[in-house]
């Protein structure tokens, strides 16, 4: 697992030969719409496939993801025990010819 982080923002990622998981992803209030989250991800620009778990009522990283290329593919029922709460798993997928496209 490796992170990035400070006062204003946080990246969790899980990491295999070819692809990573977002295991956290957030930016503190006072500094979202400044490109913050947009410079995390373009940490993992290099990863063919990256894959994000949110929750059904986070629809502003719902548009975020989707913003940045990913695509919804799977709804997991009642994912979140603790709230009883499905998620949208996201996939993004890169090119060989497209590596970097989430731009840091």
């Known amino acids: 697992m490796a992170s990035d982080g400070g006062a204003d923002r946080r990246l969790t990622t899980r990491r295999a030969a070819h692809y990573s998981g977002l295991a956290n992803l957030a930016v503190n209030p006072d500094f979202r719409r400044r490109g913050v989250g947009r410079r ?27 913003a940045m290329g990913f695509k919804a593919r799977h709804v997991i029922r009642d994912h979140y025990d603790e709230i009883d709460e499905s998620g949208y798993r996201f996939c993004y997928r890169q090119s060989p010819l497209n590596l970097g496209r989430i731009q840091s």
């Open 40 to 66: 995390l991800l373009g940490l993992l620009r290099n990863q063919a496939i990256v894959w994000a778990t949110v929750r059904e009522s986070n629809l502003g990283a719902q548009l975020f993801l989707r």
